[in-house]
């Protein structure tokens, strides 16, 4: 069986399209199996098609269990959260695990508050920082570093409250 590693960086906010691009690699062929720092980890299957789905939670046995019951495979988590779901299209043909905009915009609040909380411990942990400045290039390195992933951060924020937004419309 063939097997390959490709590398995308993508958001939490990117979410559904994360999915549909695992489910247009999957009607290629290219079945996803695992994710690791950026890389995706796929095997060749020309004989069958997938839908993806990821959700965004903390999960027990009987969370996975109830999407088994339905048609859901569980195919891979990371930190804890995201969890990687895929089903067969012949048998679910394109029904959705989250379909309703309540329960997307709750998916979209839980991931919200989540990476807040390491938002929020990573600003505290930036006051020794800022105490220490002694103002040399590894300081003024360091800065520029940490600023750029707080923008990204802000980034985040901005579009996961367009996405509960846009879900509340819906509603």
């Given at each position: 069986?063939?097997?390959?590693?490709?590398?995308?960086?993508?958001?939490?906010?990117?979410?559904?399209?994360?999915?549909?691009?695992?489910?247009?690699?999957?009607?290629?062929?290219?079945?996803?199996?695992?994710?690791?720092?950026?890389?995706?980890y796929?095997?060749?299957?020309?004989e069958?098609?997938?839908?993806?789905?990821?959700?965004?939670?903390?999960?027990?046995?009987?969370?996975?269990?109830?999407?088994?019951?339905?048609?859901?495979?569980?195919?891979?988590?990371?930190?804890?959260?995201?969890?990687?779901?895929?089903?067969?299209?012949?048998?679910?043909?394109?029904k959705?695990?989250?379909?309703?905009?309540?329960?997307?915009?709750?998916?979209?609040?839980?991931?919200?508050?989540?990476?807040?909380?390491?938002?929020?411990?990573?600003?505290?942990?930036?006051?020794?920082?800022?105490?220490?400045?002694?103002?040399?290039?590894?300081?003024?390195?360091?800065?520029?570093l940490?600023?750029?992933?707080?923008?990204l951060?802000v980034?985040?924020?901005?579009k996961?409250?367009?996405?509960?937004?846009?879900?509340?419309?819906?509603?």
């Open positions: 069986m063939k097997t390959m590693k490709k590398f995308k960086l993508s958001l939490a906010n990117d979410i559904e399209k994360e999915a549909n691009w695992l489910t247009e690699m999957s009607a290629k062929g290219w079945h996803f199996v695992k994710y690791k720092w950026g890389f995706y796929f095997e060749e299957n020309l069958i098609s997938y839908i993806y789905q990821v959700d965004f939670q903390e999960a027990t046995d009987e969370y996975f269990d109830l999407y088994k019951q339905v048609g859901w495979e569980h195919m891979h988590t990371e930190v804890m959260q995201f969890h990687y779901f895929r089903a067969d299209t012949t048998i679910i043909g394109n959705r695990i989250y379909s309703d905009p309540a329960s997307i915009k709750g998916m979209y609040k839980r991931m919200f508050s989540f990476y807040l909380v390491i938002f929020a411990c990573m600003l505290v942990t930036q006051i020794g920082l800022l105490l220490t400045w002694d103002g040399n290039l590894f300081s003024k390195f360091v800065l520029a940490v600023t750029a992933v707080l923008l951060y980034y985040l924020f901005i996961l409250t367009q996405q509960m937004k846009k879900n509340e419309k819906l509603i």
